[in-house]
């Protein structure tokens, strides 16, 4: 494994979620975004095990609903809408809801490895 | 009848009028608002509108059709076949950063009338797109709109509203600051 790539992979089945958003799917999708904190549709469909274009269908809406922003620079980055006037208040309650199930804390601690210089010691 | 030669403030006051003549009502903010405050110094090419009550997009095309105005497939712009400035209708409820905005400003033309961000909401518009996007063509809006104020800005209310949002973009306001004297000596 290269160093510094994430040690954790995805499970094979769509992640848990409660259907709070309207779908289990786009809250999950939401609770990716607010752990992942900025992540890309390839990143969210290989954790949601669903197609790029069902992930880019769900963004689609709920960036018309405010909740998310997305840039195009190289790939299309993804954060909640920092302009979003709940974002703080949607943020935690994401986060909340990420903290109750343990892939999402598995994904948030995977984020958390950053690279490490060869040969630093421990 | 909206052509060519229509301003972007002509664009405003009509579209007002057409939300208003089929019951619904919005603000003009973003950076036309700043365009409209400052227009010397800043030219804005759509006119953003917050709709009071979230109206249906469909409700919003049928009334500004008659302006010759179409809605871009299922997005929140529409188009004019001769008018180079667009039309927007961003989601609301009308919010800067953290904080909603309850109290507008009314502008009058002729018996014409036009809700718009108050001016000190318009600069904090524009900084916050400049805070979390680093939007510098908006940072100049808001100093351009700061500038074009002859009764100043209230500098301390925008400290406070920045730590409010978060203390880590006061550096970003001394920019703002900075940028604001260096606009005025000039």
Redesign the interface.
Known sequence: MPVGAPSFEPPPQALPAPALFGTKMRTALLMLVAVLEETYPAELSRYLDTSISSVQRTLDKIE???LVAT?PLVVRTVTLN???????ELRALLLRLADGYPDYRRIKESRRLRPRRRNKPL | MIGRNSTLTDICFAVAAALEANGMSGVLTGGSAASLYAPQAYTSHDADFVLDADDPLERVASAVLPLGYVRNGRSRIFMHPVSEFTLDFPKGPLAIGGEYVTVTDVIEDHGRRLRILRRTDCIRDRLAHFYFWNDYEALNAAVAVAAASADGVDLDALRAWTQRESPALLEKLEEFERRLRAYVRS
């Open positions: 018309d609903e405010g840039r920092p302009l979003y006037p709940a974002v703080k």
